[in-house]
């Protein structure tokens, strides 16, 4: 682009709604564009050029029609946008070529009209819009550098655009055109790191964005607003999985004022809710650390394509294979990127590299596919996802350590679940998800088969919902970490009647979380209802008795504690209480198991029904 320019067209236009300082907030679609020739090098004005645009409703605000004089019948007779914008590079281009010249750039009166109006239309249409279009003079900028000393300039019509130019030509001895404003021309991806400096009056946080949208989408939806490289950040819900919300960094603070000003546009049939948000926000989201994920990312201008559920024992060479020869991954091994545990274990997520659109959509086709036992996810990501993902996985336990009780909650123990459940660390258990609600032990048994000699006695659980039925999940006990691994590599997605059920490897740890409510799956654990995020109280059970009318009455009847009075003569063992908000949380229970051998071979069972609450009633 030439660091001046001896052409200007000055550019007008007004649309179906809002006009002036709100131009472009309201959505509303071009109805006229006004445009002129300036010959900056001769000092001479061409013809004025007025035309209506054909919107897709012609019901026009009292504003509109204050402003403009027009009519809804009169806008019906128009041409489209498509087609004014061909007449109007067409009628540009004629009159350069009659005065002897061959280029020229816009001047608008502010940036509205471009970057609000002309350029979101374009895109919702999927009109590509002439190159002129993306660079252009924004007169109240030019006209405040050759007077910083002027007072604020009011809105302009094109006269008072054509006077202001003159004058600047005139009176301020034939000033030069020569700072432009550009529009980029797509979204470029990159790393960002955590130490960036990130300036808060730069970021929003978009929500109610549909869960399949992409960075580009969402690039899209903000198209004539500069964002920042790899600006876009798509937030991930406790399961790694897009919850609807992005945070987007704009190169500077006036393109980020412009996008509040697209709070509850639509993308698609949804509006999209757009808020001011923080540096420490976005950094929080998109920043990274690991120089694994920034070499990944290094590459310009690629593709990011996520894969989830790939089976545990997939290879780089396995990806490949599945994505096949009209998906070729850049730099092959490369441009592949397998997620993991901190301990080096796989989680079955993959970002995967490709250089051009066409290379991405062939492996998107791949959409459910089977590789090995198992259908893949793909859909697109972007830079800030990987880091997102990775930073999920590396540096967060899958159960954290937890602290010392605050000092306001030492009155309420959590209980045991269980005194044959000893907690730990170690993944020598197994979890079984999506049991047939009619299974019972047997089943449980037969479905292991000859793991069943690895259980350990009294380990098999349960668990049942809050209305005592079976949930369709139980825990097993395994002898060793190194069995249980064992048990759900071999029986993972095995069938059990008319069900494919799940198995996980878990610790007794995790296990007792999810014995008292919380939540675990590949994708981590969330803790029990009854505990306080972030941080969990932990404290040491206490030993507690079921008395023999307590164990008369079913849970919910048990809702209501009391404060025991043990005689003195007859001393109950310390019992664990509950406040009552809290003993409502504890929302599962669980029957417990235990196979015992008997002569070396035989497994036989026995049924415990342990409540997760012991409550103590007079």
């Known amino acids: 682009m030439a660091s001046h320019s001896d052409t200007l067209v000055v550019f007008f236009g007004a649309t179906a709604g809002a006009n002036g300082g709100k131009l472009g907030s309201d959505e509303r679609e071009l109805i006229l564009l006004v445009w002129q020739i300036v010959d900056l090098h001769e000092n001479k004005v061409g013809k004025l050029k007025r035309t209506l645009v054909q919107p897709d409703s012609a019901d026009l605000s009292e504003q509109c029609k204050e402003e403009t004089g027009l009519t809804a019948e009169e806008l019906c007779k128009a041409e489209p946008l498509e087609s004014v914008l061909q007449q109007f590079y067409q009628s540009v281009s004629a009159e350069l070529k009659s005065l002897g010249r061959s280029s020229y ?46 007072g604020p300039v009011k809105d302009l019509t094109l006269t008072s655009m054509l006077d ?23 979204f470029e991806s990159g790393a960002c790191s955590k130490t960036e400096a990130v300036d808060s009056e730069t970021v929003i946080r978009a929500r109610g964005l549909p869960w399949q949208s992409s960075d580009q989408d969402i690039a899209r939806f903000f198209k004539g607003l500069n964002i920042a490289k790899g600006g876009v950040a798509l937030c991930l819900n406790a399961q790694g999985r897009r919850n609807g919300e992005a945070l987007v960094r704009f190169i500077n ?52 394509i996520r894969m989830r559920g790939l089976p545990f024992t997939a290879t780089t060479q396995d990806v490949l294979g599945f994505l096949g020869p009209e998906s070729p991954v850049t730099d092959g091994t490369e441009g592949l990127l397998f997620v993991k545990y901190p301990d080096g274990r796989p989680t079955g997520d993959a970002f995967v590299l490709f250089a051009c659109e066409e290379y991405a959509q062939n492996a998107l086709k791949k959409h459910k596919q089977i590789l090995g036992k198992r259908y893949i996810e793909l859909f697109r990501s972007t830079a800030a996802e990987v880091q997102q993902v990775l930073n999920r996985y590396m540096s967060t336990p899958l159960i954290s350590t937890l602290p010392p009780p605050p000092p306001q909650m030492v009155s309420v123990p959590v209980l045991a679940t269980s005194p044959f459940i000893t907690t730990g660390s170690t993944r020598d ?62 029986c993972h997605k095995k069938m059990m009647k008319d069900r494919y059920v799940e198995v996980f490897q878990c610790s007794t740890e995790e296990m007792s979380f999810v014995l008292m409510g919380g939540t675990l799956n590949r994708s981590g654990l969330s803790p029990p209802p009854c505990l306080s995020p972030p941080t969990y109280a932990a404290f040491p059970a206490t030993p507690g008795m079921l008395p023999t009318e307590a164990a008369l009455y079913q849970p919910p009847l048990l809702a209501t504690p009391r404060t025991p009075q043990a005689p003195a003569h007859n001393p109950v063992p310390a019992l664990a209480y509950y406040s009552p908000q809290l003993y409502m949380n504890m929302n599962m229970s669980y029957t417990t198991y235990y196979p015992r051998y008997k002569e070396k071979t035989h497994i036989c069972a026995k049924i415990y029904l342990i409540f997760t609450c012991c409550i103590y009633l007079i």
């Open 429 to 490: 258990c197994i979890r079984l998800r999506g049991l047939p609600y009619t299974a019972a032990i047997e089943d449980i048994l037969d479905f292991m088969g000859e793991h069943t000699i690895d259980i350990k006695p009294h380990g098999v659980h349960m668990v049942l919902n809050q209305q005592g039925r079976p949930s369709g999940d139980a825990f097993i006990q395994m002898k060793s970490a190194d069995r249980a691994f064992m048990m759900a590599q071999k």
């Open 105 to 150: 750039t816009l001047c608008v009166d502010g940036p509205l009209l471009i970057r609000q109006v002309l350029h979101p239309e374009a895109s919702k249409k999927n009109l590509v819009l002439p190159e002129c279009f993306y660079t252009f003079v924004d007169l109240k900028k030019e006209f405040h550098k050759c007077c910083p000393n002027a």
């Open 253 to 304: 603070s006036e393109h980020r004022d412009m996008a509040l000003e697209r709070h509850k546009h639509h993308m698609g049939n949804r509006y999209i809710e757009v808020y001011k948000a923080t540096g420490e926000e976005f950094l929080k989201i998109a920043g990274g650390t690991s120089n694994e994920v920034a070499q990944f990312l290094s590459k310009e201008n690629q593709v990011i």
């Open 164 to 186: 202001c130019i003159l004058h600047m030509l005139w009176v301020l001895l034939y000033h030069t055109f020569s700072t432009f404003e550009t529009v980029n021309y797509k």
